[in-house]
T-cell receptor, first 116, second 116 residues
Framework: DTGVSQDPRHKITKRGQNVTFRCDPI?????LYWYRQTLGQGPEFLTY????????KSRLLSDRFSAERPKGSFSTLEIQRTEQGDSAMYLC??????????????FGPGTRLTVL | AQSVSQHNHHVILSEAASLELGCNYS??????LFWYVQYPGQHLQLLLK??????LVKGIKGFEAEFIKSKFSFNLRKPSVQWSDTAEYFC??????????????FGKGTKLSVIP
């Protein structure tokens, strides 16, 4: 399967613990995005990378959140000192931008985080 | 900033009924428009997209959508639904260029239940 993959698929943690999620995009895609989806809502943008550069962060991304994409390949999203409000599905997507206009974003299966 | 409104939270139809799901967006410039679908237990998949040209776009599985620029609408249609169309449907918009032209903005989704 050459789609976007995410690991782990489920994570249960206790409040105050740190968690890290991984996303492997489609190999030729130069853009990578993180979104968060809570119950009854559509996905909400968190941040995106073009190659290894993090170009934009949403105000939803508090100081406890950090994302990296070393070498422009896979990405990690870390949440420090988790809170119950962080419970959500974290989605990763990737796309290829070759010029003007926006390419289709391909989504991974998500990581469902439950903070107890 | 852009926003997306989906008119129906939950739609219940019998097989063979026709479907129309409403989507309106708010943005002052040129946009690209998408409908994504999430089948039970699966990840978000692209159903169809509009970038430019013919405002009536056809997607997979017999779905189509019409972009009406004057109404800022991008409604999804299918003449005859099947039980396998049971899923959640998300309308999304992305600015063609400029600020925010990297993030999809989603509506809250419409859950479609098709009764055999």
């Amino acid at each position: 399967d050459t789609g976007v993959s995410q690991d782990p698929r489920h994570k249960i943690t206790k409040r105050g613990q740190n968690v890290t999620f991984r996303c492997d995009p489609i190999s030729e895609h130069n853009r990578l995005y993180w979104y968060r989806q809570t119950l009854g809502q559509g996905p909400e943008f968190l941040t995106y990378f073009q190659n290894e550069a993090q170009l934009e962060k949403s105000r939803l991304l508090s100081d406890r959140f950090s994302a990296e994409r070393p070498k422009g390949s896979f990405s990690t999203l870390e949440i420090q000192r988790t809170e119950q409000g962080d419970s959500a599905m974290y989605l990763c997507a990737s796309s290829h931008i070759a010029g003007v206009g926006q390419g289709e974003q391909f989504f991974g299966p998500g990581t469902r985080l439950t903070v107890l | 900033a852009q926003s997306v409104s989906q008119h129906n939270h939950h739609v219940i139809l019998s097989e063979a009924a026709s479907l129309e799901l409403g989507c309106n967006y708010s943005y002052g410039g040129t946009v690209n428009l998408f409908w994504y679908v999430q089948y039970p237990g699966q990840h978000l998949q692209l159903l169809l997209k509009y970038f430019s040209g013919d405002p009536l776009v056809k997607g997979i599985k017999g779905f189509e959508a019409e972009f009406i620029k004057s109404k800022f609408s991008f409604n999804l249609r299918k003449p005859s639904v099947q039980w396998s169309d049971t899923a959640e449907y998300f309308c999304a918009v992305i600015p063609y260029s400029g600020a925010g032209s990297y993030q999809l903005t989603f509506g809250k989704g419409t859950k479609l239940s098709v009764i055999p």
